[in-house]
């Protein structure tokens, strides 16, 4: 994941969590960002494990499983 100097943070719109099997976790995010045009939302999955007395995020996808609220329920 590359930082872009162009944007600013503004803020973080809504987190989910799921469990998953392995006892990590997966969040499901969306975070507004602003740049020169404007204000825009971002999409964001990715994993956050324990590893001993950290927690570490990984596998990060630009994106939003369109059933994710559903996946979350089978878990």
Known sequence: MKLNLD???KSVDYT????NKDGSFT????ATFENAMGTHAEN??????AQGNSYFA????????KNYIQQGRKK
């Open 44 to 49: 964001w999955t990715f994993k956050i494990a």
């Open 7 to 9: 944007q600013t943070f």
């Open 58 to 65: 990984s596998d990060f996808k630009h994106t939003i499983d």
């Open 27 to 30: 969040a499901t995010t969306q």
């Open 16 to 19: 989910y969590y799921t469990q």
